[in-house]
Structure formats: structure tokens, C-alpha cells
């Protein structure tokens, strides 16, 4: 019995801890290279099934034995398709941000103490705000997007902290190969 691609799993394993140990600056690039070695994980489990002939008339192996190969592989499927949603929506999360996403993400900050920012054509200010304290709309996005990160790391840290992270086993589902 031995694991479907212990090196792969291993390397998904290190990315995540790293991803969930990361900082706000390189966060976008770890979820990027993560994204990438989750692709090619599925893309090995995909190509299990011809290598491994998880067919029930195979005559090498029982039925029993090609039913508990297949949920082995379709386990491992899911849980990659789950770490790549969810990586793919933590980058979008940081990167599609319109100018009303923008200005909601300043409010709910309460970037520099307030949470009056508004949206207009010339960029994001608020109420009482003198002209040099107006931003443009690209640099509340930027903004905005550096806030979701500093509190997503911030989230990760403090349950981290506590004790409530842990970060997930790839399945290690074992298949008799012949």
C-alpha cells in the first residue's frame, strides 16, 4: 500500500502552510504558485483512473478493490477542486475590486479613523476631506486591496495564535497498486 504522489503531496502540504503563514505582501504570489501545484495535482489524479485501470472488468483486482480505488481518487479530486476554489477566491478577493468595492473595504477598515468614505468621478474621499486627502480611484483600490490582506493575515495570525489553525491533510488515501 503506498500513497498516490507523496512528493506532489508534500509539496501541496508546504504551500499551504506557507499560505496560511504568509504576509501581505507575498500572499497573491503564494496563492498563485499554490493554485499552480493544486492544478497539477488534479491533472495526476485525473490520469490515475487509465494508469491504475480502476475497471471494474479488470481481472488484476476485485470489485471491492476498484470501488475502494475510485473513492480514494475521488476524495483526493474533491479536495483539491475545494483548496483551488477557495485559493482562486482568496485572489480574487484581493485583486477584483472595483472602485465601490474599494470604498466599502475604507469604510469597514475605517482607514484613517473614518468610515464616511464616499465614491465620486474625480476618486474617494470623505465628507470633510481637503483636496490633497482625496485619493484617485486606482489608489483606493490599491488601498483596499492592501487592507483585505493586512486582515486576512491578521485573521490567520490570531487563530493561528489561538490554536485554531491547522493546516489541511491532503488525503493520503491508500491504493493497492498491481
Known sequence: MRMLHPALEE????????????TCENIIELCKQYLALL???????????????????SKTSSRADVNANRRAVR??????TREREWAAGLILSFTAISGYGAVETLNRQKHRGRDDWKLSASGASYSDAADGERMTIQEAVETAS??????????NASAAGAGRITPPDIPKPELELW
Open 11 to 22: 509539496k501541496l502540504r508546504t504551500a499551504r502552510l506557507a499560505l496560511d503563514g504568509t
Open 39 to 57: 492544478a497539477a495535482y488534479r491533472r495526476e489524479l485525473y490520469s490515475l483512473p487509465d494508469t491504475l485501470e480502476l475497471n471494474p472488468q
Open 75 to 80: 476524495a483526493a479530486i474533491e479536495y483539491a
Open 146 to 155: 492592501l487592507l483585505r490582506r493586512e486582515a486576512h493575515v491578521a485573521r
